[in-house]
Nanobody, 120 residues
């Protein structure tokens, strides 16, 4: 059974930091591209950061460059998003996504999301 379980969200003041975690199971994590997305109320889901299967390549939304770091631990099937200097506009539900190929089939898995609220 495929599972992506996000954690680490919560309420934080502007300028604060949060580390989101995503625990993966039920698929070959080490060959998957892992991505964090977010969706704010009334807005479309957007990419926050992505990391390649071996962790050497990363990609960030312009709005998160310099304020966030995505990293992964293939030994424990975990991917993380460290976010610093948070702003109210970072308020959203953050989702973990896994994409890859298994036996010539593409897969695209999503977690349930974790709420991040940046407010004083």
């Amino acid at each position: 059974q495929v599972q992506l379980v996000e954690s680490g969200g919560g309420l934080v003041q502007p300028g604060g930091s949060l580390r989101l975690s995503c625990a993966a199971s039920g698929f070959t994590f080490s060959t998957s591209v892992m991505t964090w997305y977010r969706q704010a109320p009334g807005k479309e889901r957007e990419l926050v950061a992505a990391i390649g299967s071996d962790g050497t390549s990363t990609n960030y939304a312009d709005s998160m460059k310099g304020r966030s770091t995505i990293f992964r631990d293939n030994a424990s099937n975990m991917v993380y998003l460290q976010m610093n200097t948070l702003k109210p506009e970072d308020t959203a539900v953050y989702y973990c996504n896994a994409m890859g190929r298994y036996q010539q089939r593409l897969y695209d898995y999503w977690g349930q999301g974790t709420q991040v609220t940046v407010s004083s």
